[in-house]
């Protein structure tokens, strides 16, 4: 079955600075790449995806990069902000269902 | 649409007890997940249905265990007897198949057993 590692596990960074997560799969059929954001003590919400046919998408702050022969990919955000502080999972899906990372939890310091 | 909707929120119980979790999915979505979320495994995935068919329950940990979804706008997730180390919040998702998967999640149902 599919495999998905994610790194790092926790990160810090000064707000304003960039922050990139990173994640590698193993199932080289899986072909869509999305990436959760969960706040604490709420569900995880979708915040980006991208498909196997697209090597990057940006929305506003928010990239991610994908790497279909090394399988792996990566969320970065720019100019991070106190409301980026959350638990980040990226996620791989094939035919129907999608399996998580064990998350990253991204602390922006002031 | 209210989105995907779980009860209880909370579920506090006696070790060896029955517990039932329930699931609203968002209507007209084909698919519905049930996850595990722990701070040592992360999100687990337990099961999941399509056209309330079960699809793969590789996921569920042991014969405790069991999933049902009788129609299209319920399912349950049941745990007889309940351990302690089935403690975790467990999510229902739903998604529409052709629209990117984009899982929309509950709010989740806490459990403690105790």
């Known amino acids: 079955g599919e495999n998905v590692e994610q790194h790092p596990s926790t990160l810090s960074v000064q707000e304003g600075d960039s922050a990139v997560i990173k994640c590698t799969y193993s199932d080289s059929a899986s072909n869509y790449f999305p990436w959760y954001k969960q706040e604490l003590g709420k569900r995880p919400q979708l915040i980006i995806d991208?498909?196997?046919?697209?090597g990057e998408k940006k929305d506003q702050r928010i990239a991610v990069t994908l790497n279909k022969t090394a399988k792996h990919f990566s969320l970065h955000i720019t100019e991070t902000q106190p409301e980026d502080s959350a638990v980040y999972f990226c996620?791989?899906?094939?035919?129907?269902?999608?399996?998580f990372g064990k998350g990253t939890r991204l602390h922006i310091l002031p | 649409d209210a989105g995907v909707i779980q009860s209880p929120r909370h579920e506090v119980t006696e070790m060896g007890q029955e517990v039932t979790l329930r699931c609203k999915p968002i209507s007209g979505h084909d698919y519905l997940f049930w996850y595990r979320q722990t701070m040592m495994r992360g999100l687990e995935l337990l099961i999941y249905f399509n056209n309330n068919v079960p699809i793969d329950d590789s996921g569920m940990p042991e014969d405790r265990f069991s999933a049902k979804m009788p129609n299209a706008s319920f399912s349950t997730l049941k745990i007889q007897p309940s351990e302690p180390r089935d403690s975790a919040v467990y999510f229902c998702?739903?998604?529409?198949?052709?629209?990117?998967?984009?899982?929309?999640f509950g709010s989740g149902t806490r459990l403690t057993v105790v």
């Open positions: 996620a791989v899906g094939g035919d129907d269902k999608i399996i």
């Open positions: 991208i498909r196997s046919n697209v």
């Open positions: 998702a739903s998604s529409l198949a052709g629209e990117g998967y984009g899982y929309t």
